[in-house]
């Protein structure tokens, strides 16, 4: 076994109703005017994203939303959200979701202070990335890893369909905070096409919930291993 050095500075809150805790971290980190981005309809139906919206404004923090971030997301979207976030003059940005509405977040986060397109990082004319704007995540299913990494993956789609994805990487663009969110972890499970997911879901998962004991065993499971 060879010796190593690892290094995982995101800091990470797990645990049940942790998404209510949003607006007062996003204060502690000095955020003024948040830019929140998520995808499909999963967090509204779950009442997630009511949560999420409501304890970053009883923060007192300004916040505007872009929705509709695609599985590996668009590179047409994120410059829509690197002009909104320039218009509103956004300080903080918040991914909630899976792998893909962080990786939109973080790739709205490099292009806001920079000068030139940011498809420059994707495409190999800039990079590696050493400045970006603050990303925080709520995390509603364990998937890319994207919360905890210093990557960031989108899509340009070509007038003719073509798809070209590329990947941007920098340490400056590990989120600062993930929220680890179980109840909004189940209910997109629940809402998954695929009925052994949903079987999954409701039969295996839901009790936890339900289980005071076996849930802090689980979450003592994830922040020890």
Known sequence: MQDFIYCAPTRVIFGKDTELQVGKILKEAGATCVLLQYGGGSIKKSGLYDRVVQAVREAGIELYEIGGVQPNPHLSLVREAIALAREKKVDYLLAVGGGSAIDSTKATAVGVPYEGDVWDFYCGKAGPVTKALPVGCVVTIAASGSEGSTDSVVTLVTEDGKQYKRCADGDILRPEVFSGNLAGCLEALKDSDDPAVRALA????????????????????MIGG
Request: charged share 20%; proline share 5%; aromatic share 4%.
């Open 202 to 221: 409701d039969g295996e998962l839901a009790p936890l919930l339900q289980n005071k004991e076996l849930l802090n065993a689980y979450m003592g499971l």
